[in-house]
């Protein structure tokens, strides 16, 4: 089956490490998207993708960082730098790459709760 | 910079009630215009999309139809059940010069009681 899987589910750390979170796609996708999902909140874009090899900053990026080295991967790592890094963690992919079209959805993930203890 | 509006929730109904949940937006371009559905603890799934203007989505009872003219696609139901119960995010998609870009509104939490 074509998708996206996020791992882990769950996911503890202790203040003051950096952990990162996985993003896998077999869908053939150019473009990968991370946004960040508070309690009973809208998404808020941290970085995306619309290539292999490179990436942008989105509204929320600080405390944050990405690496695109392959396809179907897009990792994040959520830095010490995050004050506040406590939320739900969602991964997206779009057709995206040069025939890009507006119509083409975005697929989502399972998301990935991160809690800081 | 392109944007998305809803109304505000959460919205509660009966079981067998009429929805509407309505959705704005504004955009430079002409987007695309989708709804998405996320159940608790879930990542978001699309429901329905309208790519040109009165195009009209349609998926499981749900549907929207594109309204060029009011800016506008808002999403109908015509007898809500309990499963219904999740939270709606309406959203436009363009194309800028770094690619397709996606605008979520802020999502509508839905309770449908039986």
């Known amino acids: 089956d074509g998708g996206i899987t996020q791992s882990p589910k769950y996911l503890f750390r202790k203040e003051g490490q950096n952990v990162t979170l996985s993003c896998e796609q077999n869908?053939?996708?150019?473009?990968m998207y991370w946004y960040r999902q508070d309690p009973g909140q809208g998404l808020r874009l941290i970085y995306y993708s619309q290539i292999v090899n490179d990436f942008q900053k989105g509204d929320i990026a600080e405390g944050y960082s990405v690496s695109r080295e392959k396809k179907e991967s897009f990792p994040l790592t959520v830095t010490s730098a995050q004050k506040n890094p406590t939320a739900f963690y969602l991964c997206?992919?779009?057709?995206?790459?040069?025939?890009?079209?507006?119509?083409?959805?975005?697929?989502f993930g399972p998301g990935t709760r991160l809690t800081v203890l | 910079g392109d944007s998305v509006t809803q109304m505000e929730g959460p919205v509660t109904l009966s079981e067998e009630a009429f929805l509407t949940i309505n959705c704005t937006y504004t955009?430079?371009?002409?987007?695309?215009l989708f709804w998405y559905v996320q159940y608790p603890g879930e990542g978001l799934q699309l429901l329905l999309k309208a790519t040109k203007a009165d195009d009209k989505g349609s998926n499981k009872g749900f549907e929207a139809t594109y309204r060029k003219e009011t800016t506008s696609f808002h999403l109908e139901k015509g007898s809500v059940q309990v499963s219904d119960s999740a939270v709606y995010f309406c959203a436009l998609s363009d194309l800028d010069n770094y690619g397709q870009n996606f605008v979520f509104g802020p999502g509508t939490r839905l309770s449908v009681l039986p």
């Open positions: 997206a992919s779009s057709m995206g790459g040069p025939i890009a079209a507006s119509y083409n959805e975005q697929f």
């Open positions: 869908l053939n996708h150019d473009a």
């Open positions: 955009a430079t371009g002409y987007p695309s």
